[in-house]
């Protein structure tokens, strides 16, 4: 992994990033220019090599970087970096630092670069929320890099006891499912048709629910008598002498 910055413009946030994603990978998997490049090297070589043998490039995008005047120069390694990875076909993802930075504008970049204003970035921001940033990077990058995801150090959370596991084969239809239930639960077998209730209560299927004194209710094609029952009214009567 390579992360392409410029000196003076995100430059702390390249070795921020260098120092996490060493934590989370190793050393000997993220290249950045000013730890990398062992003194005595040839740096133009040892850059582009870099480049060429990365499975992913990072830029570093600061509150200036589309306004700096290197970038429009064809000698920039700034720019050549970026240029030979879409040269090699090298993914490239651009880091932007801080909430108040803008996102590339096309018209800001020299027209070799003007196809990174069109590549999806991700946001770091430094001051209120880096953990979290870095940590996503970390998970981007293993996500999009198999060698990078079999080196990951981030430990791994064994299931506890109170873990909640759903599975579903063969489902059509809306799909609930949740982390916890409260009060009672049941089963469902596959091939089940009509109402289903859990929990207490009742349930009634076509048929109304009828109750107190005096309801009555007629079914169709009814052939038998009909009887209605309005309480025993003594039971009234005596209620009122008592009030």
Not at 66 to 91: M, Y
Not at 109 to 129: E, F, G, T, Y
Not at 176 to 194: L, N, R, Y
Request: proline letters at 6%.
């Amino acid at each position: 992994m390579f992360i392409n910055y410029r000196t003076g413009d995100g430059e702390k946030t390249a070795a921020l990033l260098e120092e996490n994603l060493a934590h989370r990978f190793g050393n000997e998997h993220i290249f950045r220019a000013s730890n990398a490049i062992p003194p005595g090297a040839t740096y133009p070589e040892a850059l582009l090599r870099a480049v060429r043998r990365s499975g992913l490039v990072l830029t570093v995008i600061g509150p200036n970087w589309s306004n700096h005047p290197r970038l429009h120069a064809e000698d920039d390694w700034v720019r050549k970096e970026i240029q030979e990875a879409f040269t090699c076909g090298i993914e490239v993802i651009p880091i932007i630092e801080g909430r108040t930075t803008e996102r590339l504008d096309p018209a800001d970049l020299p027209v070799p670069l003007q196809r990174l204003a069109d590549v999806q970035s991700v946001r770091l921001d430094v001051q209120h929320d880096l953990p979290s940033g870095l940590k996503r990077i970390g998970d981007i990058l293993a996500a999009k890099l198999p060698r990078l995801k079999a080196v990951d150090r981030t430990p791994r959370r064994e299931p506890e006891a109170g873990d909640v596991r759903n599975t579903i084969d063969e489902a059509h239809g809306n799909i609930v499912q949740a982390g916890s239930f409260t009060g009672d639960a049941g089963t469902i077998s596959k091939g089940s048709h009509g109402p289903t209730h859990f929990g207490s209560g009742d349930i009634n299927q076509h048929s109304p629910r009828i109750s107190g004194a005096g309801a009555m209710y007629i079914a169709r094609d009814n052939q038998g008598g009909i009887r209605q029952n309005f309480g025993d009214t003594r039971d009234k009567e005596e209620e009122d002498d008592n009030r």
